[in-house]
């Protein structure tokens, strides 16, 4: 039997190699045969143009620590094919608590769900008057990155959708 892609992820990230031990097994996997969900992976170091490939840089209007750089991660997100339901996700600790009636509704409105890995202090903020995205986090505490995030919103959402369960 074949299915049609019902849901997209496209994740962007500086460790791309994070996600292939957790969507290469069980559940995930078997939806992923079935052409239920698609996850792309975009490592954001392909869209650096200097010869480092340097993605991160201190925060453009001053502050402590390092963001991520608006320059590749607009040229990622362009990069990136559009489905016409498709949202952006920030993976972000000052985000909105992401729980699972969220799933729920993501499942029923989206067909694609671009998805940002934040990491250190964050992203440079002026990416967010670029492109509409909502900030989401998964707990009140603090992780070192938005991979594990990501993991964990990619298998709630996941659940959600006509045949991933069963």
């Known amino acids: 039997m074949i299915y049609i892609v019902n849901m997209r992820f496209d994740i962007i990230t500086i460790f791309p190699d994070m996600f292939d031990s957790y969507f290469n097994e069980s559940i995930i996997k078997h939806a992923r045969e079935k052409r239920l969900v698609d996850i792309c992976i975009h490592d954001l170091r392909m869209f650096a143009r200097d010869k480092h490939k340097k993605v991160d840089d201190r925060p453009f209007g001053g502050g402590p620590g390092m963001v991520l750089k608006i320059e590749p991660l607009a040229r990622t997100i362009t990069a990136i094919p559009k489905k016409k339901k498709y949202m952006i996700v920030l993976c972000s600790v000052a985000g909105k608590q992401f729980d699972a009636s969220e799933a729920v509704i993501w ?10 890995a934040g990491r250190y202090e964050g992203v440079d903020e002026r990416i967010k008057k670029i492109f509409k995205m909502q900030e989401v986090s998964i707990g009140p505490y603090v992780l070192t990155g938005g991979e594990l ?18």
């Open 107 to 116: 499942a029923k409105k989206y067909d694609q769900i671009i998805m940002i």
């Open 149 to 166: 995030p990501i993991m964990v919103i990619i298998d709630t959402v996941a659940r959600h959708i006509a045949g991933v369960l069963g």
